[in-house]
């Protein structure tokens, strides 16, 4: 027996497609439905990684007489969070209201007309962990509706209007922007920081990459402190448990504030971002291990989520077998009995703290020996370990886990999570010369701009079986802008920037809130409840922080101020809360560092017939320069360059340099030993400024 969700292509909702449960996926079908019957909304919101939404679903969902409840007296909707995060943030945001905490699985209680009136994340079968049974929670909200409805729906009209005017940002007029934020919240940053563990926060603890990225965007510029936050945070990470030491790829976060238990499932935006700021810190202080981790990351990526399409799947499952992250952690005799060579073994107890006793639940998560901050001087290199006889271990333990049950895949395609691997690939391609990162990110780009962009200029966020669907939120558009500017930079084909510029209109003609800002769904979908508008940065930065940072390079690449001038009011506005809360608001603090400026515009052009100038191409490339905006082209200049190329010539039929600062430009340069000198200046700590 199969339900609605038969005819869905997400794998988060086939799952439960053959459940007892009449589920129905949203739309208008089952909200009309839910009219017509005067039946309350059971909305189950999840996603295909996750570890306990599985749980309730094999308790509850495969229960038949929950599912007899269920269908008498609900209609019973399931959303895929990450097809849907629109629906995902209003309906998260009224039970964090309603009980203080959300989480997954989201459970919540809809009058017919969409409004929540009780919700909660996850419910057991039985009375248990201080909860209610899910049985009794169907019981109790079944017979309120049928004996007073009207107190619930007095309940659900002002829960509603709470939503809606929680959701109103605007009207917001134009500040100085000022240094002083910036100087703030790194002083909150370092004062909220565990320099034992490593990372803000106490457990559960989250990897923050963004955050991570703001530190060394300061540290590029000389701040020492940034930099030894950054670095801490990302040895810590990498020792092993929340790092996969065998095949590479972060999980998803760390159970506990030691960074050892991780929650296993494997997501693709975690994993970009982390390797982008593993390259980072490479550029930055030269240590070829964070190099080690990124490549491995990326690997990672490629060996396991990307398709033969070219997109990249979503995230790999934190079960296998039933069981959370049996797939990764080792019984102390499966080590001993995976090498033959009594010298690897011992190599094995040298190199990983291990123990027959293991460290989670009598089973061995694998993790470096040493503190974190050894890492460095004790991996890769001249160092007391061997790198060659490290890769041989891992690789036979890959080799001994691969005959294990995998976790499964959650394989559709999402545009703002793939973004964020086009631009993690195209970087590390471009620094770390490895042309098949960088021919990944065009397969990438080509198949999102080829798959998911309609005829008629129209993005879609997901795509699995050949199947695009649902309209694209604002991070998707933003998202693929910045993606396709990295691109840009990689390999200087003119046509990433041209569609970049076609999807910076469409987030102007389609998300503008007159009010101020950018709304997070498209002026055609039909949202609940309120056209949502997240200003918050997250595992991924908003829609909102990743726009303006996208406008803000399109004004740089244009020459037109207006690409950015809208965001500046958001901007001066969100400052206090920059400099409060800089880990809920790192994307906006990388966008208001580089509009404080100031950006070099380097612009290189060298003679038609005369070969690329590969020495100025690489040093351009190699180096981390967070501030400052590339272009190339021969001269004359193809179709579709930026506007920073044209009337740029090469002097003299040599390759030519051009570098401009806040519109003034110095002489052009046509000498590679000079340029090399100045372009490999140290950086100057930016001093206080306002604007």
């Not at 959650?410 to 793939?418: P, S």
Request: with cysteine.
């Amino acid at each position: 027996m199969t339900n609605h969700l038969i005819l869905e292509t997400s794998p988060y909702l086939l799952q439960h497609a053959e459940n007892p449960v009449q589920w129905f996926p949203w739309g208008q079908q089952a909200l009309q439905l839910a009219i017509t019957e005067n039946k309350p909304i059971f909305l189950s919101i999840g996603y295909s990684a996750c570890h306990w939404c599985h749980v309730m679903a094999h308790e509850s969902f495969e229960d038949p007489e929950i599912a007899k409840l269920l269908n008498q007296s609900f209609i019973s909707i399931k959303v895929d969070r990450e097809e849907r995060p629109d629906i995902d943030n209003i309906y998260m945001s009224a039970v964090i209201a309603m009980t203080g905490q959300g989480g997954w699985p989201t459970s919540v209680f809809l009058t017919p007309d969409g409004k929540p009136f009780y919700g909660g994340t996850y419910f057991p079968p039985t009375r248990r962990y201080g909860m209610p049974s899910f049985r009794d929670v169907l019981l109790s909200v079944a017979r309120s509706w049928q004996e007073a409805p009207t107190e619930i729906i007095s309940v659900a009209d002002k829960l509603a209007r709470h939503i809606q005017d929680s959701a109103r940002w605007g009207g917001w007029e134009s500040q100085n922007l000022r240094m002083d934020t910036i100087n703030a919240a790194l002083q909150q940053l370092e004062a909220s920081y565990d320099w034992q563990a490593g990372g803000w926060g106490q457990a559960p603890k989250f990897p923050s990459p963004s955050t991570i990225e703001f530190l060394l965007q300061q540290a590029s510029r000389g701040n020492g402190k940034a930099l030894a936050m950054a670095e801490h945070a990302l040895l810590a990470m990498a020792r092993g448990g929340m790092y996969d030491l065998v095949g590479g790829g972060f999980h998803r976060y760390s159970t506990d504030t030691a960074w050892l238990v991780p929650h296993f499932e494997k997501m693709l935006y975690d994993n970009a971002q982390l390797a982008l700021v593993y390259l980072h810190a490479y550029q930055v202080t030269s240590h070829p291990f964070y190099k080690r981790i990124c490549e491995q990351t990326l690997d990672f990526i490629l060996r396991e989520l990307r398709q033969p399409e070219g997109g990249f799947s979503s995230s790999l499952d934190a079960d296998s077998d039933g069981e959370e992250g049996s797939y990764y952690v080792w019984k102390y005799e499966e080590l001993m009995a995976a090498f033959d060579q009594s010298s690897d073994a011992d190599f094995l107890k040298q190199i990983f703290s291990i123990s027959p006793f293991g460290n989670f639940d009598g089973k061995i998560i694998l993790t470096y020996k040493v503190p974190a901050n050894q890492l460095i001087d004790w991996i890769p290199g001249t160092s007391p370990v061997n790198e060659g006889v490290l890769d041989r271990v891992l690789k036979r333990l890959f080799n001994v886990r691969a005959r294990r049950t995998r976790p499964a895949l959650d394989d559709k395609v999402l545009v703002a999570w793939n973004a964020l691997a086009i631009r993690s690939l195209a970087e590390a391609g471009k620094a770390l010369d490895r042309p098949d990162y960088l021919a990944a990110a065009q397969d990438n780009a080509r198949f999102i701009l080829t798959h998911l962009l309609s005829s008629e200029g129209t993005l879609l966020r997901s795509w699995r079986m050949g199947k695009a669907k649902n309209l694209a939120l604002l991070e998707d558009h933003a998202g693929l802008i910045l993606a396709l500017l990295a691109l840009y930079q990689a390999d200087f084909n003119p046509e990433w920037y041209q569609a970049a510029l076609k999807i910076g209109l469409a987030i102007k003609a389609n998300f503008t809130d007159p009010a101020g800002g950018y709304f997070d769904t498209h002026s055609q979908q039909d949202p609940p409840l309120v056209r949502p508008k997240d200003l918050q940065d997250n595992a991924t930065s908003s829609g909102n922080s990743l726009t303006c940072q996208a406008f803000a390079m399109l004004a740089k690449y244009s020459g037109n101020a207006a690409w950015s001038e809208t965001c500046e009011p958001l901007l001066s506005n969100l400052q206090e809360m920059m400099a409060r809360y800089p880990v809920a608001f790192s994307g906006w603090l990388q966008c208001l560092s580089y509009t404080l400026g100031p950006v070099e515009e380097v612009a290189l052009v060298w003679p038609e017939d005369s070969p690329e100038p590969v020495n100025f191409l690489n040093l351009l490339k190699h180096t981390y320069r967070p501030f400052s905006i590339l272009a190339a082209s021969p001269h004359p200049a193809p179709e579709g360059i930026p506007d920073l190329l044209k009337s740029r010539v090469a002097v003299a039929d040599l390759p030519t340099v051009y570098v401009c600062k806040n519109s003034t430009c110095q002489s052009p340069i046509n000498d590679y030993f000079e340029f090399q000198q100045r372009w490999a200046a140290p950086p100057e700590e930016k001093p206080a400024m306002t604007r």
